[in-house]
Each structure stands twice: as C-alpha cells, then as structure tokens.
C-alpha cells in the first residue's frame, strides 16, 4: 500500500527534528506580560520558530495612555539539542505600533541571560509609524541537562523626554471648569503638538516572532 504525501511529510519533518535542535517551550513573566496579557505561544510544527502574541506590552508618557514610564518582560526559551550539541542562533523579530509627539524619544532594549545587553533601538519624534526591530544572537558553550538548556531574555521598553517639554500627565475625571480650561488652551490633540506643549507618546510591541538556527 502507497505511503500518503501528508504522511510522508510529517515523517520527514520527524526527522529534522529528531536531528535538529528545537524549541521545546516557551515561558513568560513581568509586570507587563502577565497571564492574560499573552496569548499562548505557537511553536511551529518542525519547533524552528515560536509566535508570541502581546496584547498590552507597551510603554506611554501622557494623559491619553494609561500605562507611564518602562514596561518590562522576561521571556525563558527552552531548547532541545542534539548531542554534542552546544551552540545555537536564535533571532527575534518585533512588530507593533510607534506614535510619538515632538521632543519624545521611545528605546528598545534586550539583556541575555542577564549578562549581556544586546542591540538597542532609539527612534525619536515626531513619529508616527509601524514599530519592527529584528535582533539576532549567537549562544556557545551552553551547558544541556538532558539535552536541553534554557536561554533568558529580558526586554524592557520605555518612552522618555529627550529635551525640556511638559509631559501631559494622567488625571483624574476633570470638573467642568477643568475641562473648560483645557478645552480653551489646547485646540488641538495628538498627534498634532498642542499649544500648551503637552507630549504624549507610545511604544506598543504586538507580535514577537522567534526562531533557532544552526550555529
């Protein structure tokens, strides 16, 4: 009896596998990146590439956003390798969303394993634009127990001032005169710079796309 295609494809993606070193879990925790705040991971089917969606990992400065200063979020990678096995590739690719006002900057960074710091990504106002950073790394000499070893990253976004302007901040429900004031004084809201000079700015990281290559 002929073996099917779809069966005949999965055997071999069995053996890349099983040759292959693979992602064999991914886990999650920060102030930012809590359960509920992450949809589960999606390991591909040869565990090459992992999708990780956020659904509010992101950091603001100013009235409209309620989430001020850094947000942070430790990820652990969990990897299966072959014997003998010590060194891998691993590349992460970011996507989301970037809206900043005029004298506002937004700064992605990554520490590995607690040690070293990776690229960093600085992008300034006045922006508004789609947010996608790609990072490799190359880990050697790591040390398995039972074939596996997990690699930590922790990734840390932050909108700041980069020169001397008012940064609008998070009130509570304004009383009519309040409102009245504000109304007057400024005309116009994001992402227009406002006359008061009140800035407002976000980063927000949507979809961390992960994947493993030889080193």
Not at 38 to 59: E, K, M, N, R, Y
Not at 87 to 110: E, F, K, M, P
Not at 149 to 170: C, D, G, K, R, Y
Request: hydrophobic share 45%.
């Amino acid at each position: 009896m002929a073996i099917k295609p779809t069966l005949l494809f999965l055997f071999a993606i069995l053996a890349i596998c099983v040759n292959a070193q693979r992602i064999s879990d991914v886990t999650y925790a920060g102030n930012d990146c809590t359960f509920g705040l992450v949809l589960p991971p999606l390991i591909s089917l040869d565990a090459q590439t992992v999708v990780i969606s956020l659904d509010a990992f992101h950091a603001s400065i100013g009235m409209e956003f309620s989430m001020p200063g850094a947000s942070t979020c430790n990820f652990g990678l969990t990897l299966a390798l072959p014997d003998g096995k010590t060194a891998v590739n691993v590349s992460l690719s970011y996507s989301g969303i970037i809206r900043l006002d005029d004298g506002l900057s937004a700064i992605h960074s990554t520490i590995w394993n607690g040690t070293d710091v990776s690229e960093r990504r600085i992008v300034n106002g006045p922006t508004f634009q789609n947010y996608v950073f790609h990072e490799a790394k190359e880990f050697t000499d790591l040390v398995t127990v039972d074939n596996q070893v997990t690699v930590l990253f922790h990734v840390t976004l932050l909108v700041e001032p980069t020169s001397n302007v008012a940064i609008a901040q998070p009130t509570a429900t304004p009383t009519p005169v309040a409102a009245a004031t504000r109304q007057n004084t400024k005309q116009r809201r994001w992402p227009h710079q406002s006359i008061i000079q009140t800035q407002e700015g976000i980063i927000n990281a949507e979809e961390i796309v992960l994947r493993i290559a030889r080193s």
